[in-house]
Nanobody, 124 residues
């Protein structure tokens, strides 16, 4: 089982930036597919971004061009840089890890390891 610890959430004004980080455990982090999901109050969890073992990324249309997912295999970390934040980005953001597979994974059930979540609040 992979343990995931997210950090970097907080309160930010609309239009500003925030960077989330996730530190998965495990010796083979470089082979993991990593994803970020979010869940706003009263809504279902939704996909935000993913990066696979080769560095290939994929984004939800709602964040494309403003959010960037990246990984540093030397530090066992994955980050989500969020720019030009909008009030509707307010949610709990979850880091997820998938330890097998070479594809791009955008559905929650495709990930078996989840962090505890970090709150992001965007004020208007």
């Amino acid at each position: 089982q992979v343990q995931l610890v997210e950090s970097g959430g907080g309160l930010v004004q609309a239009g500003r930036s925030l960077r989330l980080s996730c530190a998965p455990s495990g010796r083979t982090f470089s082979t993991y597919s990593m994803g970020w999901f979010r869940q706003a109050p009263g809504k279902e969890r939704e996909f935000v971004a993913t990066i696979n073992w080769s560095g290939t990324t994929y984004y939800a249309d709602s964040v494309k061009g403003r959010f960037t997912i990246s990984r540093d295999n030397s530090k066992n970390t994955v980050s989500l840089q969020m720019n030009s934040l909008k009030p509707e980005a307010k949610a709990v953001y979850y880091c997820a890890a998938r330890t097998s597979g070479l594809g791009i994974y955008t559905r929650g059930y495709e990930y078996s390891n989840w962090g505890q979540g970090t709150q992001v609040t965007v004020s208007s």
